[in-house]
């Protein structure tokens, strides 16, 4: 019988089948923790296997993302206490300057297509993007994989999403990626796993899926895997240093639903404060005004990303008194924009660019919302208090961009 | 073999096995402060209505039997800790949270999913007998319904004890 990508991912790390439904043994190829559950995990590693070493260190990495450098002490404290620790394990950690763990993964070809990962991030199944299985989890849960070097997973059913149409001009994947969040809300995809098909899917480049992949999370989903195309597989062997194997799903395999997002004349979509999937049209509310926008994050922190909402920006300012931010996902990005001389667009606009990491999503750590101010983040959560105590709406970088020129919620097309 | 054996609670409403409990009326969140397991069973299913006197009732050996998505909500330990230290032996849903499933599985916990019950002259106080190799459910000798039988998985973390010790061994 036909597997889907979860199951054959599932079934090349197990010596069992991955029958949907099962719980099996699931050997992880890379165990991670960054600064949030970071400490947690050495602590369980403390205590539950005091004095051993973990299963295999050159597979082990902690990550700080979440709040670099660290701006309040017991970050600081935490971050300290896995840096010491992973120095007596000899354990690698991209540190505070390094960027977003689940990017740094794929960017230095750590993590493969077909290959698996898990570390203490909700949003680690953005490794889905280039076709892996990413799961975050549980401080515990993580410990028991640092010394286990597996773990055990039920195999989730796979829903089948065929996205019908081209997608428009003044669309980016983050008005499909909006668009798809609308459409299944929070019930479609619970616990499954989601597999993509159709003409924009397949020629999505890697940034476009990752903004894809990041999301799945906001739809209850366990995780969205892309078969990785020619594109995808070349960035990912250039990181790796060596050729890599793409994964794709068996033409006869089974899904538990088919569900079809159209975007058949698409037009940019925006999430209200408050639900994710909660998405309308960008027209529909923009006579909104802005008082903040915040460009970056592990949806849309990419160099791709980025160099869009400057390519609405260039030449033109902020509307006085909107505050703009800027936080590319990882150092590389980071430099490539520095030298490509986009940030420098993106400065000379009025916007503040910081440093790395998860900037306007966690932690504060750009600032955040007072009480009625108004966001527009190209993030993935707009939870009540996540970034401050405002009102966040979720947009696209190019959404945001021409928000932050407009200070009203606009589409790139309203600037001129 | 592994057999169950005790004393049932059917967690009934009008009639029906309840769905959706969640772990705040398993075990609600203002006694999350508490960290010694052996105070936790005095709590459980205090927030669900009709059954807030269970743990005084409750008695070493029985059996919890519940409808669909048991366990959904946060990721509480306690919510799986307090069945344990009541003495429950092992609690039998038609499905559990996804959380829910991680936390009883990793602390050794057996929880059991039902795949058919006949309950036609069942009622709490019963006496089951469960068999979770065969995968029999039964009552005075008779098959009355089937459970999935137990993982790999599960059975070689409820055999070490939990998932901890469990890792020690490889
Ligand atoms: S950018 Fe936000 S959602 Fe993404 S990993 Fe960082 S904190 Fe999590």
Same mark, same amino acid.
């Given at each position: 019988?036909?597997?889907?990508?979860?199951?054959?991912? @599932?079934?090349?790390?197990?010596? /069992?089948?991955?029958?949907?439904?099962?719980?099996?043994?699931?050997?992880?190829?890379?165990?991670?923790?960054?600064?949030?559950?970071?400490?947690?995990?050495?602590?369980?590693?403390?205590?539950?296997?005091?004095?051993?070493?973990?299963?295999?260190?050159?597979?082990?990495?902690?990550?700080?993302?979440?709040?670099?450098?660290? $701006?309040?002490?017991?970050?600081?404290?935490?971050?300290?206490?896995?840096?010491?620790?992973?120095?007596?394990?000899?354990?690698? %950690?991209?540190?505070?300057?390094?960027?977003?763990?689940?990017?740094?993964?794929?960017?230095?070809?750590?993590?493969?297509?077909?290959?698996?990962?898990?570390?203490?991030?909700?949003?680690?199944?953005?490794?889905? *993007?280039?076709g892996a299985f990413g799961q975050g989890m549980g401080d515990q849960d993580i410990a028991f994989v640092f010394k286990a070097g597996k773990t055990w997973f039920e195999v989730p059913e796979t829903i089948r999403i065929d996205v019908d149409g081209q997608l428009p001009a003044d669309c980016s994947a983050r008005d499909l990626t909006l668009k798809t969040v609308g459409t299944l809300g929070t019930k479609t995809a619970l616990g499954k796993a989601q597999e993509f098909?159709? +003409?924009?899917?397949?020629?999505?480049?890697?940034?476009?899926?990752?903004?894809?992949?990041?999301?799945?999370?906001?739809?209850?989903?366990?995780?969205?895997?892309?078969? #990785?195309?020619?594109?995808?597989?070349?960035?990912?062997? /250039?990181?790796?240093?060596?050729?890599?194997?793409?994964?794709?799903?068996?033409?006869?395999?089974?899904?538990?639903?088919?569900?079809?997002?159209?975007?058949?004349?698409?037009? #940019?979509?925006?999430?209200?404060?408050?639900?994710?999937?909660?998405? %309308?049209?960008?027209?529909?509310?923009?006579?909104?005004?802005?008082?903040?926008?915040?460009?970056?994050?592990?949806?849309?922190?990419? =160099?791709?990303?980025?160099?869009?909402?400057?390519?609405?920006?260039?030449?033109?300012?902020?509307?006085?008194?909107?505050?703009?931010?800027?936080?590319?996902?990882?150092?590389?990005?980071?430099?490539?924009?520095?030298?490509?001389?986009?940030?420098?667009?993106?400065?000379?606009?009025?916007?503040? %660019?910081?440093?790395?990491?998860?900037?306007?999503?966690?932690?504060?750590?750009?600032?955040?919302?007072?009480?009625?101010?108004?966001?527009?983040?190209?993030?993935?959560?707009?939870?009540?208090?996540?970034?401050?105590?405002?009102?966040?709406?979720?947009?696209?970088?190019?959404?945001?961009?021409?928000?932050?020129?407009?200070?009203?919620?606009?589409?790139? /097309?309203?600037?001129? | @073999?592994?057999?169950?054996?005790?004393?049932?609670?059917?967690?009934?409403?009008?009639? /029906?096995?309840?769905?959706?409990?969640?772990?705040?009326?398993?075990?609600?969140?203002?006694?999350?402060?508490?960290?010694?397991?052996?105070?936790?069973?005095?709590?459980?299913?205090? $927030?669900?209505?009709?059954?807030?006197?269970?743990?005084?009732?409750?008695? +070493?050996?029985?059996? %919890?039997?519940?409808?669909?998505?048991?366990? *959904?909500?946060?990721?509480?330990?306690?919510?799986?800790?307090?069945?344990?230290?009541?003495?429950?032996?092992?609690?039998?849903?038609?499905? =559990?949270?996804?959380?829910?499933?991680?936390?009883?599985?990793?602390?050794?916990? +057996?929880?059991?999913?039902?795949?058919?019950?006949?309950?036609?002259?069942?009622?709490?106080?019963?006496?089951?007998?469960?068999?979770?190799?065969?995968?029999?459910?039964?009552?005075?000798?008779?098959?009355?319904?089937?459970?999935?039988?137990?993982?790999?998985?599960?059975?070689?973390?409820?055999?070490?004890?939990?998932?901890?010790?469990?890792?020690?061994?490889?």
């Amino acid at each position: 019988m036909g597997q889907t990508m979860v199951e054959k991912i @599932m079934q090349k790390h197990s010596d /069992e089948d991955a029958e949907p439904g099962k719980i099996i043994w699931i050997d992880i190829d890379i165990r991670s923790a960054r600064d949030f559950g970071g400490a947690n995990v050495v602590k369980n590693m403390n205590t539950y296997y005091p004095g051993e070493k973990v299963h295999d260190r050159s597979k082990t990495y902690f990550t700080f993302d979440c709040n670099v450098p660290a $701006n309040t002490i017991a970050y600081a404290n935490n971050q300290h206490i896995c840096r010491k620790y992973a120095k007596g394990e000899e354990i690698k %950690v991209y540190d505070v300057d390094a960027g977003i763990g689940s990017h740094v993964l794929i960017e230095e070809g750590l993590l493969l297509p077909g290959g698996t990962g898990v570390g203490t991030d909700s949003h680690l199944n953005i490794l889905g *993007s280039i076709g892996a299985f990413g799961q975050g989890m549980g401080d515990q849960d993580i410990a028991f994989v640092f010394k286990a070097g597996k773990t055990w997973f039920e195999v989730p059913e796979t829903i089948r999403i065929d996205v019908d149409g081209q997608l428009p001009a003044d669309c980016s994947a983050r008005d499909l990626t909006l668009k798809t969040v609308g459409t299944l809300g929070t019930k479609t995809a619970l616990g499954k796993a989601q597999e993509f098909f159709g +003409p924009t899917i397949d020629s999505l480049d890697l940034s476009g899926r990752i903004t894809l992949s990041s999301m799945a999370t906001e739809m209850s989903a366990i995780i969205a895997l892309l078969q #990785p195309n020619e594109a995808v597989l070349q960035e990912c062997s /250039e990181a790796r240093g060596s050729p890599v194997e793409g994964i794709a799903p068996d033409p006869d395999a089974t899904y538990s639903a088919n569900v079809t997002v159209d975007i058949n004349g698409l037009k #940019p979509q925006i999430s209200r404060p408050g639900k994710p999937h909660d998405v %309308v049209d960008v027209e529909t509310v923009n006579d909104v005004p802005v008082d903040s926008v915040f460009i970056g994050s592990c949806t849309n922190g990419r =160099y791709e990303d980025i160099k869009a909402a400057a390519m609405v920006v260039k030449g033109k300012k902020i509307k006085p008194g909107v505050f703009g931010s800027v936080v590319p996902a990882t150092r590389k990005g980071y430099i490539r924009l520095m030298k490509d001389g986009i940030l420098e667009i993106l400065v000379d606009a009025g916007f503040l %660019v910081s440093n790395p990491g998860c900037g306007g999503c966690a932690s504060g750590q750009i600032g955040m919302t007072g009480e009625g101010q108004v966001q527009i983040s190209t993030s993935n959560r707009n939870y009540t208090g996540k970034q401050g105590a405002g009102f966040t709406y979720l947009a696209s970088p190019e959404t945001a961009a021409a928000s932050a020129i407009m200070g009203r919620i606009a589409t790139a /097309e309203e600037v001129v | @073999m592994t057999v169950y054996n005790g004393r049932i609670w059917l967690m009934l409403e009008n009639n /029906e096995l309840i769905d959706d409990i969640d772990t705040d009326m398993i075990y609600h969140n203002k006694y999350l402060a508490i960290t010694d397991k052996s105070q936790m069973g005095q709590y459980t299913f205090d $927030n669900l209505k009709g059954y807030e006197d269970f743990a005084k009732k409750a008695q +070493p050996n029985d059996i %919890v039997i519940v409808g669909e998505n048991f366990g *959904s909500g946060s990721s509480r330990q306690q919510a799986v800790d307090c069945f344990d230290d009541l003495g429950v032996i092992c609690v039998m849903a038609l499905s =559990y949270g996804a959380i829910y499933k991680r936390n009883a599985i990793n602390s050794g916990y +057996p929880i059991l999913t039902i795949k058919e019950l006949d309950r036609s002259g069942l009622q709490s106080g019963d006496t089951l007998n469960i068999d979770t190799d065969s995968g029999t459910i039964e009552k005075d000798g008779l098959v009355i319904g089937r459970v999935q039988p137990l993982s790999t998985v599960q059975k070689d973390i409820l055999a070490a004890g939990n998932v901890f010790e469990y890792a020690k061994g490889l």
